[in-house]
């Protein structure tokens, strides 16, 4: 069985919003996309490959489906490793409203919550969520993330998509690993843990 992971870029403040341009997601009023571009490096990029190697298929939400089908069928280089995954991989698309899903080897989902046990039980690696606010937040609430790549930028935005919105449910991270690129930003990877644990630091009156 595939475990469920959700990579995606963040701000300080946990802005998930348009990281890649202007034109990605301007609901809001959002006015601040393209923010990651001018700290991607090739260290970056290379944590990115790493991750889309191990993906057997991918689960995304209907924003991020439309903006990867705008972009990455035009990406034909055999030797591209993010490319010719997204091209030829299985993407599940969690959408109520999407009416097809057009780009090579897509299917819709109309109830990701309720489904994702069986897409995960149809491969052996990852079922992999990249961007898709939405769905991740979704994913969150029914406690049904198993791995998290974060990405965190060295800057705050104060408005925008958020990655952990109300109803998040409390859970307990393990990290896996970490390191920072030149440009300042911290690739890290948690494992789900389980419940938090708390104490106090205070003493009984």
Do not use: C
Not at 73 to 89: C, E, G, K, S, Y
Not at 128 to 148: M, Y
Not at 175 to 201: D, E, I, N
């Amino acid at each position: 069985m595939a475990k469920l992971t959700v990579t995606t870029f963040l701000t300080l403040d946990g802005i998930m919003q348009a990281p890649g341009g202007p034109p990605e997601d301007t609901s809001g009023g959002f006015e601040h996309g393209g923010w990651l571009v001018p700290h991607f490096d090739a260290e970056l990029g290379q944590f990115m490959t790493q991750i889309f190697e191990r993906a057997d298929a991918f689960l995304l939400g209907r924003g991020t489906y439309q903006i990867f089908a705008g972009h990455w069928p035009r990406m034909t280089d055999p030797h591209d490793p993010i490319a010719t995954r997204l091209n030829q991989l299985p993407k599940h698309v969690a959408s109520r409203t999407l009416a097809q899903a057009t780009w090579n080897n897509s299917t819709l989902v109309r109830d990701a919550a309720a489904e994702v046990g069986e897409l995960k039980r149809r491969y052996s690696r990852e079922l992999q969520v990249h961007g898709s606010a939405g769905l991740a937040q979704t994913l969150l609430q029914h406690d049904l993330v198993d791995e998290l790549n974060l990405m965190f930028f060295p800057l705050v935005l104060g408005v925008g998509k958020r990655l952990f919105g109300p109803g998040t449910v409390p859970t307990s991270l393990e990290l896996q690993s970490s390191r920072a690129t030149t440009q300042g930003v911290t690739m890290t990877t948690y494992h789900r843990k389980g419940r938090p644990q708390y104490g106090s630091f205070m003493l009984e009156p």
